[in-house]
């Protein structure tokens, strides 16, 4: 199958790090833009980060930027999000997808989703 999956996640304090994965052997990678997603409970999917076929463009929601770094290696089919000095309300199921036309901060344009990682961030 060609869904990507997330790995990484966990429980932290507010202040630490987590760096996810996504491996997406099945894609052809180099063909899509990628993207992290999160999802708290009772709350909408929001964009975390995107960035482009070969890396050279990335975006970051505003809450997470000078924090998160999205990074990818199409080498091995994988994208990355490094999230550093976490807060609380990081809190949230966080999803990587896929996306054939290029970069969108729209969930529902999205092509292919993983199962999600939950990351939890304690006070």
């Known amino acids: 199958q060609v869904q990507p999956v997330e790995s990484g996640g966990g429980l932290v304090q507010a202040g630490g790090s987590l760096r996810l994965s996504c491996a997406a052997s099945k894609l052809t990678f180099r063909l899509y833009a990628m993207g992290w997603f999160r999802q708290a409970p009772g709350k909408e999917r929001d964009f975390v980060a995107g960035?482009?076929?070969?890396?050279?463009?990335?975006y970051y929601a505003d809450s997470v930027k000078g924090r998160f770094t999205i990074s990818r290696d199409n080498a091995k089919n994988i994208v990355y999000l490094q999230m550093n000095n976490l807060k609380p309300e990081d809190t949230a199921v966080y999803y990587c997808?896929?996306?054939?036309?290029?970069?969108?901060?729209?969930?529902?344009?999205?092509?292919?989703w993983g199962q999600g990682t939950q990351v939890t961030v304690s006070s």
């Open positions: 997808a896929a996306n054939i036309v290029g970069i969108t901060r729209v969930w529902n344009e999205y092509n292919y």
């Open positions: 960035i482009s076929r070969n890396g050279d463009t990335t």
